[in-house]
T-cell receptor
Framework: GQQVMQIPQYQHVQEGEDFTTYCNSSTTLSNIQWYKQRPGGHPVFLIQLVKSGEVKKQKRLTFQFGEAKKNSSLHITATQTTDVGTYFCAAPYGGATNKLIFGTGTLLAVQP | GAGVSQSPSNKVTEKGKDVELRCDPISGHTALYWYRQSLGQGLEFLIYFQGNSAPDKSGLPSDRFSAERTGGSVSTLTIQRTQQEDSAVYLC????????????FGPGTRLTVT
């Protein structure tokens, strides 16, 4: 069945270092979304990518959708302690545009 | 406007009891989802409602789990004869049907079965 894997599962960085999480799908995706979940909080939508090779930026965050639309990445430049949390990618499941399958998530820890 | 709300925020119940968890989606959102998240784990899809269509129940782990959505708005997730493995955070989310499909999550209900 359709799977969405994320690597790494966990990343510990010093404040100011960069961070990247990767999301890989076994099937071609129509779009991909990214969510952030702070410790003790609920997932919050960050962005949606739709086009092949698309790159979007939000301040220090850069999101990329692969040319084959099977993978995506989230890169954070110069991490801050406020970046701490788990980052999930999510993609439509089985052709249903509203039903999402969430990736396994990457937990980011930032040491001040 | 108001976001997705869930109640209760915490629920402690004894094994074997039934529980009801409530979700109030964002007004106008026709899609509503329930997820389960165990400690330190990802999001496990449970059930999905879309407008007046039959719900997608493919993620419900057993027949002890059921959900309904009345009037296309408020939803209730019911767990019968709770087991300790049901302990988790239950998250509800809603989304619009047309245009962007991002999901807006509620704060969740932390269920502890003793």
């Amino acid at each position: 069945g359709q799977q969405v894997m994320q690597i790494p599962q966990y990343q510990h960085v010093q404040e100011g270092e960069d961070f990247t999480t990767y999301c890989n799908s076994s099937t071609t995706l129509s779009n991909i979304q990214w969510y952030k979940q702070r410790p003790g909080g609920h997932p919050v939508f960050l962005i949606q990518l739709v086009k092949s090779g698309e790159v979007k930026k939000q301040k220090r965050l850069t999101f990329q959708f692969g040319e084959a639309k099977k993978n995506s990445s989230l890169h954070i430049t110069a991490t801050q302690t406020t970046d701490v949390g788990t980052y999930f990618c999510a993609a439509p499941y089985g052709g249903a545009t509203n039903k999402l399958i969430f990736g396994t998530g990457t937990l980011l820890a930032v040491q001040p | 406007g108001a976001g997705v709300s869930q109640s209760p925020s915490n629920k402690v119940t004894e094994k074997g009891k039934d529980v009801e968890l409530r979700c109030d989606p964002i007004s106008g959102h026709t899609a509503l989802y329930w997820y389960r998240q165990s400690l330190g784990q990802g999001l496990e899809f449970l059930i999905y409602f879309q407008g007046n269509s039959a719900p997608d129940k493919s993620g419900l782990p057993s027949d002890r789990f059921s959900a309904e959505r009345t009037g296309g708005s408020v939803s209730t997730l019911t767990i019968q004869r709770t087991q300790q493995e049901d302990s988790a955070v239950y998250l509800c989310a809603s989304s619009r049907t047309t245009g962007a499909y991002e999901q807006y999550f509620g704060p969740g209900t932390r269920l502890t079965v003793t």
